[in-house]
Nanobody
Framework: QVQLVESGGGLVQAGGSLRLSCVASGRTFRDYTMGWFRQAPGKEREFIASVSRSGDRTSHADSVKGRFTVSRDNAKNTVYLQMNSLKPEDTAVYSC????????????????????WGQGTQVTVSS
């Protein structure tokens, strides 16, 4: 089992920044590809970003490319999502997820690939 706990969400004005963190426990963190997803009320879950086991490969959704950056610190068992130039349409519950990956340099962009999920943290962007 892997436990994931997100933090860093909150209320921010449009154009502002937030950094989300997700701390993992329970298994060897570096064995997992990590991802971030979000879900707004009435909408489907949306892929945001993924980072490979060692952190040397990333993938970002087109909707956030150039504004959001995913990274990880394996020494701290933590994955981050730096969010800049936030827009009201970024308002959602953001969740991190872990996907056991037998190989490095692999990212995962669909929710079905992930084995474990955090509870999520609310991000609200006011106009």
């Amino acid at each position: 089992q892997v436990q994931l706990v997100e933090s860093g969400g909150g209320l921010v004005q449009a154009g502002g920044s937030l950094r989300l963190s997700c701390v993992a426990s329970g298994r060897t963190f570096r064995d997992y590809t990590m991802g971030w997803f979000r879900q707004a009320p009435g909408k489907e879950r949306e892929f945001i970003a993924s980072v490979s086991r060692s952190g040397d490969r990333t993938s970002h959704a087109d909707s956030v490319k150039g504004r959001f950056t995913v990274s990880r610190d394996n020494a701290k068992n933590t994955v981050y999502l730096q969010m800049n130039s936030l827009k009201p349409e970024d308002t959602a519950v953001y969740s991190c997820a872990a996907d056991f990956s037998p190989v490095d340099r692999r990212v995962a962009v669909t929710a079905a690939e992930y084995d474990y999920w955090g509870q999520g943290t609310q991000v609200t962007v006011s106009s």
